[in-house]
């Protein structure tokens, strides 16, 4: 079955600064890979998410990149203020059913 | 906006009990999703329900999980006989699955506690 593998486990930066998490996966028919927040005490939110047939998203702050022949995709958060300290679930799925969870990152945003 | 809803917010439980974790899906939504967080682990997918049946399950799901859609509204998931292993967050999920849209919404959880 489907592996996904999430770094950093924990993530510290400098409000204004940019963070990146990384995800590899192993399933190469995988073709659906979306980013959760999740807030102390709160449910995971979609923040956003990327199909295989596109190599980069854009919303704002928050970027996603894909590169299907190394299996691997990538959380980009520009410009980080507090509020965005969470943590952070990739997922993969190659059915749009069953979503295979990374290990998450906590990320901590200092003013 | 719509959200996921799910009762109760916490569940304690004596080991071998049976429990029944209840979830109110966003209403024009078609597929149900349940996965479980380990304290400390990763989220995990338990299983998806489409059309009144399963449509996919995770090894984790065996005999002693159950999944049902007992009316229009709400859907449930009963663990016949908890173990203390069984004691972790719950989360339903559901999507509209329309072609290409696949986001699942997530509900607050249920925290099972198996004493």
């Known amino acids: 079955g489907e592996n996904v593998e999430q770094h950093p486990s924990t993530l510290s930066v400098q409000e204004g ?11 190469s028919a995988s ?21 295989s047939n596109v190599g980069e998203k854009k919303d704002q702050r928050i970027a996603v990149t894909l590169n299907k022949t190394a299996k691997h995709f990538s959380l980009h958060i520009t410009e980080t203020q507090p509020e965005d300290s969470a943590v952070y679930f990739c997922a993969a799925s190659r ?5 295979t969870f990374g290990g998450g990152t906590r990320l901590m945003v200092k003013p | 906006e719509p959200e996921v809803t799910q009762t109760p917010s916490h569940q304690v439980t004596q080991m071998g009990q049976e429990v029944i974790l209840r979830c109110v899906p966003i209403s024009n939504h078609l597929y149900f999703y349940w996965y479980r967080q380990i304290l400390g682990q990763k989220v995990e997918f338990l299983v998806s329900f489409y059309n009144n049946e399963i ?3 995770s090894e984790i799901f065996d005999d002693q999980f159950s999944v049902e859609r007992p009316d229009g509204s709400n859907f449930t998931l009963k663990i016949r ?11 339903c999920a559901s999507s509209e699955r329309l072609a290409g849209a696949y986001e699942q919404f997530f509900g607050p959880g249920t925290r099972l506690t198996v004493l």
């Open chain 1, 17 to 27: 600064d940019s963070a990146v998490i990384k995800c590899t996966y192993s399933d």
């Open chain 1, 31 to 51: 073709n659906y890979f979306p980013w959760y927040k999740q807030e102390l005490g709160k449910r995971p939110q979609l923040i956003i998410d990327i199909r």
């Open chain 1, 95 to 99: 059915t749009g059913n069953m979503l």
């Open chain 2, 55 to 57: 449509s996919e399950k």
């Open chain 2, 81 to 91: 006989s908890t173990k203390l292993e069984d004691s972790a967050m719950y989360f």
